[in-house]
């Protein structure tokens, strides 16, 4: 009967060693449960995605980036420590399935298990994912619920990179969802080309939960990880290549807003041991929120690192090398226009203002961005909701 509890089985890339997967995974969860759902989260883990994130070296990605990863062997300890956290939040928070699965066939077993099956969110129908790019295409079919005989919905999945051609190769699997919706407006027109159907702009699970909330459901965010002393946090995607450049700028700010530089690049984490920088690579996802919540300012590159300044009322940037009309056209440059903050887009760090820095205030989110965030949770959580609990008559 329409009202009463479901079991709902998500599958996303809930153990990826990547804070918004993981955060992403958990906020959807949460939400769902705190619908009165019972909710599991698949724990589908292919050996190719245990390969990326299990590995320190020698991931099987070739010769460029076996040779980044060395360059970052004088912090494998930190790398260790990132890697027991990530699996620690994993396991304490996320309501995983009794089996973990390896292969796609293998969750055919699940079939009859759920009243309803959720897709999403991350970049799970993007063929150039760190997960499926090198594998064949059957690895996605877990993500598209080819397993499932129940009702099918996604929630905000991406299909990021995905050429034309590549999409049509997903189209019919897609057109077989009860309900489907994507995280990028630019994505939505694309999706429903290929599936024949309405696809709903959603927001990203993160922001499914206020601030507040985050808080309430992980109080370890609630604690200061690099002491009580103010500082900018630092949150990019970074390579080691260009990493070095970019650090000897961040010590240039640190000097000119006069306060440290908490660095957090897991692609480059071998920042240089100075008095500028705080090095925190082996945050797992509670010390990411930590040292969120506690900073300062924040300067990412990073699509998650933009939600969680935005959700938590930060002073940040939003650093890009190209241009700022490319910038405009990217999944952060997207929530930034929906949101009115487009101005927080900076090229280079000499941009970044001292004073708003040192006052923590600079941004009046009261102004329109939080009332253009709560309409985009509203709507989102209502399609859930929807999507979801729907009955047939």
Same mark, same amino acid.
């Given at each position: 009967m329409a009202g009463h509890p479901l079991n709902i089985g998500i599958i996303t890339y809930h153990a990826a =060693?990547? =804070?918004g997967s993981v955060l992403q995974a958990y906020a959807t969860q949460t939400k769902l449960a705190d619908m009165g759902h019972n909710v599991t989260m698949v724990d589908y883990r292919s050996e190719e995605g245990k390969r990326y994130y299990e590995r320190l070296y020698f991931r099987g990605q070739g010769l460029k980036s076996t040779l980044a990863d060395l360059t970052m062997l004088p912090v494998a300890g930190k790398r260790k420590l990132r890697m027991k956290r990530f699996e620690q939040f994993i396991h304490t928070n996320l309501q995983l399935s009794a089996k973990q699965y390896r292969a796609p066939e293998e969750l055919n077993e699940l079939a009859e298990t759920f009243d309803v099956a959720v897709s999403g969110s991350d970049q799970i129908i993007n063929k150039h994912s760190n997960e499926l790019a090198r594998v064949d295409w059957e690895y996605m079919d877990p =993500?598209?619920?080819?397993? !499932?005989? #129940?009702?099918?919905?996604s929630y905000a999945s991406s299909p990021a990179t995905m050429t034309d051609e590549e999409l049509d190769h997903i189209g019919p !699997?897609? !057109? &077989?969802?009860? /309900?489907? +919706? /994507? &995280? *990028?407006?630019? %994505? $939505? %027109?694309r999706l429903e080309r290929v599936s024949g159907q309405h696809v709903e702009h959603v927001c990203?699970?993160?922001?499914l939960?206020? /601030?507040?909330?985050?808080?309430?459901?992980?109080? /370890? #965010?609630r604690k200061t990880v690099v002491g009580d002393e103010p500082y900018l946090l630092f949150y990019s995607l970074l390579r080691p290549k260009r990493a070095m450049g970019v650090f000897n700028q961040l010590k240039e700010l640190s000097k000119r807003i006069g306060m440290r530089v908490a660095v957090l690049t897991p692609m480059a984490g071998n920042a240089p041991n $100075? %008095? *500028?920088?705080i090095n925190v690579l082996e945050a797992g996802p *509670? *010390?990411?929120? +930590?040292?969120?919540r506690h900073a300062q300012a924040v300067l990412t590159d990073s699509y998650h690192g933009t939600l969680f300044s935005i959700n938590f009322h930060k002073t940040f940037w939003v650093y890009t090398e190209g241009t700022k009309e490319h910038e405009l056209g990217t999944r952060r440059g997207q929530v930034l226009q929906e949101l009115g903050l487009t101005d927080r887009i900076v090229t280079d760090f000499t941009q970044i203002s001292s004073d708003e820095v040192k006052s923590g205030i600079a941004i009046d989110y009261s102004a329109g961005a939080d009332v253009a965030l709560q309409s985009m949770r509203d709507h989102s959580i209502a399609y859930l909701k929807k999507s979801v609990a729907y009955q047939e008559n």
């Open positions: =060693y990547n =804070y =993500y598209l619920l080819k397993w !499932a005989r #129940c009702r099918k919905i !699997a897609l !057109a &077989r969802f009860d /309900a489907l +919706s /994507a &995280r *990028e407006r630019s %994505a $939505c %027109a990203d699970p993160t922001l939960l206020t /601030a507040d909330e985050w808080v309430k459901h992980v109080p /370890a #965010c $100075c %008095a *500028e920088l *509670e *010390e990411f929120l +930590s040292l969120m």
